[in-house]
């Protein structure tokens, strides 16, 4: 594997943002008082979590003693009284980085050591873990702190959009195979609920007049491989997205006129029959 992917962030054409948690905050709503050099940084260096994280997948270690490899530094960092706020930045540029150069047939293993690392406190206890980031209460690790956040500037980079540091066709499939497999833990995990992606996704390959490029076509098939129940229950139960102007999870160009704000079954069927199409 190479070094890190993450440069500076791009911003792919999604729509008008409005989240409803801090958790997959935009770029454009980050807290301006936030700090995240880590992105940076990453450019140009493998940081000690990065290299542990490689050696645990090619070791074929534990997905436990992984876990608790990766999050020492910042385990560190917090016995010690300190900010931990850069360290979980550099925690998740790592993890996603790594999905991104794993061919998403492999990522079994590093969807363990995430499990893993969410039944971890990072304090004696849960109530000991319990601190303010972006200002809202979370615990560190139950919550995955910052992981939406990174997965959001990492969805920024889709191929296509226009920058030297864009993904390739490959690693931006692999990636939202990662965010797919992670959805499909979230009934029980909701701190995995990537769901949104798999709108932004699914819209840009299937909704848009000029039709998606083969990268988006190939990325969407695999929320189907990789989170298909999960899809089509959110259908089912209607699932809806409430942005600051009900216009995250819209229709793409060529449903405009559909008043859509997140999963519905008209959207789950001419997803799926755009599938067969391919």
């Known amino acids: ?144 702190p910052l992981l939406g956040a990174a997965a959001r500037e990492a969805f920024n980079r889709a191929p296509g959009a226009g920058d030297k540091n864009e993904l390739p066709a490959e690693q931006w499939s692999n990636l939202n195979a990662f965010l797919a497999r992670l959805t499909s833990h979230s009934p029980s995990i909701p701190a995995f609920d990537f769901s949104l992606y798999a709108i932004w996704q699914l819209r840009s390959a299937f909704e848009d007049e000029s039709g998606g490029s083969e990268a988006d076509v190939d990325a969407a098939k695999l929320w189907f491989v990789y989170a298909k129940d999960s899809i089509e229950k959110l259908s089912k139960e209607g699932k809806s997205f409430d942005g600051n102007n009900n216009k995250i999870a819209r229709g793409g160009d060529k449903y405009r006129d559909r008043e859509w704000k997140g999963f519905n079954p008209e959207r789950l069927e001419i997803w799926q029959n755009a599938l067969k199409d391919q």
């Not at 801090?22 to 940084?41: D, V």
């Not at 534990?62 to 300190?82: D, Q, V």
């Not at 360290?87 to 363990?112: E, F, G, R, Y």
């Open 1 to 144: 594997m190479t070094s890190c992917l993450f440069g500076g962030p791009l911003r792919r054409k999604l729509g008008s943002f409005g989240y409803p948690a801090f958790l997959q905050l935009p770029y454009l709503l980050w807290p301006q008082n936030s700090r995240r050099p880590i992105a940076y940084k990453l450019a140009t260096m493998a940081s000690q979590e990065h290299k542990t994280l490689e050696a645990s997948l090619e070791e074929g270690s534990n997905a436990t003693e992984a876990a608790k490899s990766l999050t020492e530094p910042t385990k560190k960092i917090f016995s010690e009284g300190a900010d931990t706020e850069d360290s979980l930045w550099k925690v998740w540029h790592d993890v996603i980085d790594v999905a991104a150069q794993t061919s998403h047939t492999n990522q079994q293993p590093l969807i363990d050591i995430l499990l893993a690392v969410q039944q971890q406190n990072i304090g004696k206890d849960e109530a000991s873990s319990e601190r303010t980031i972006w200002g809202s209460k979370v615990k560190i690790w139950k919550d995955i």
